[in-house]
């Protein structure tokens, strides 16, 4: 199957156009004519080599929302037509137990990317979803209802259930109070779902003009971190607190914004490691977590949530030749809030 994108053909250098081929249909494969492609950061530390050794040619893009162009022959999930989703991984080994739970992102075997890897076969070099097709096993895609805007679904596929897992493993919902560390692509998908959830969401940032914003997204509270002397006046009742930054800051400030038995959970990667020292974590039973994106089953729940609760992502639409000048606004945070490449333009 030929296929056009967008490569990084090495580290560091400017993404080009790209041509190149996919598999044929297999049985039990479905053929996606790409609608939209979310760009996420971490589609820029791994084209940049910054998380260390790369495959290149590289095709990055794991935010895929698109049409059904065909299907295998034993396919039952999927007809020509539907509206599929298709997130940061598109295998696994099916065998362990993390697999057969629909915890496929700690697929023991390790997950297979979307990009950046290779298939299970070990030999083929999976490429990402900066393109006009793609193929991908039935079982690792997922439906989108129908009411919800494609451009804001893709970035869903990774930011969305980035966030919607760690708030429904820890059980966010009415009665809970829950902050969000940043507003950013990741930040404004967890105040739109602690929100919708239920839950008395705060948002705590450092950027005073996205008070806003938040507020529009469904924040109860806005608190500006700007002067971190603000986080000491702040009452210590939140049950769950999420970090969506991948700035260093002081996550003590926030562990102590916990109350009893609550829990802060990393969700950016920061360049270096946290510093936290025992008493603020044995004060209040604190817990310190982390959580990784979601299996197929939670992504399908969180998109059929987004379908009831009319929420995707706010996002920024742009043409594959302006991926480029993208990257750059993006890593100067200058966007709202996400960048999505309309690929029908590749």
Request: with cysteine; hydrophobic share 40%.
């Amino acid at each position: 199957m030929k296929v056009k994108g967008y490569a990084v053909l090495e580290a560091n250098k400017d993404l080009v156009s790209f041509d190149f081929e996919r598999r044929e249909l297999r049985s039990d494969d479905i053929a996606l004519d790409i609608s939209f492609a979310g760009i996420c950061h971490s589609d820029i530390h791994q084209a940049r080599e910054e998380w260390g050794p790369a495959i290149f040619p590289m095709v990055p893009g794991h935010e895929i929302a698109g049409i059904v162009s065909a299907v295998g022959s034993d396919v039952t999930k999927f007809a020509v037509g539907d509206r599929v989703g298709v997130g940061v991984f598109i295998d696994s080994c099916r065998k362990c137990q993390p697999c057969k739970d629909g915890l496929q992102q700690y697929c023991t075997d390790g997950m297979t990317g979307t990009y950046n890897g290779y298939e299970r076969d070990g030999k083929t070099v999976a490429q990402g979803g900066y393109s006009n097709k793609f193929v991908i096993n039935q079982d690792y895609a997922v439906q989108i209802p129908a009411n919800l805007d494609l451009a804001g679904v893709a970035p869903l596929l990774c930011a969305g259930i980035t966030l919607y897992s760690p708030l429904k493993n820890w059980n966010a919902g009415p009665g809970k109070k829950v902050g969000i560390i940043g507003l950013g692509g990741l930040g404004h998908m967890g105040a739109k779902f602690a929100a919708a959830l239920g839950a008395h969401t705060t948002v705590f940032s450092h950027s005073p003009n996205k008070e806003a914003d938040a507020k529009a997204m469904g924040a109860h509270d806005f608190i500006v971190t700007k002067d971190p002397e603000v986080l000491k006046t702040t009452p210590a009742d939140f049950d769950l607190i999420l970090n969506t930054v991948s700035a260093d800051i002081n996550i003590e400030d926030y562990l102590r914004l916990l109350k009893l038995d609550g829990t802060l959970v990393v969700i950016g990667l920061p360049g270096k490691p946290y510093s936290v020292s025992a008493p603020t974590l044995l004060n209040g039973r604190r817990s310190l977590a982390g959580s990784m994106i979601g299996g197929i089953p939670q992504l399908q729940e969180m998109l059929n949530f987004c379908g009831e609760h009319n929420i995707v992502s706010d996002v920024e639409v742009i043409e594959p030749s302006y991926i480029n000048q993208a990257y750059e606004r993006t890593v100067a945070s200058d966007v709202k809030y996400r960048f999505v490449i309309e690929a029908s333009k590749f």
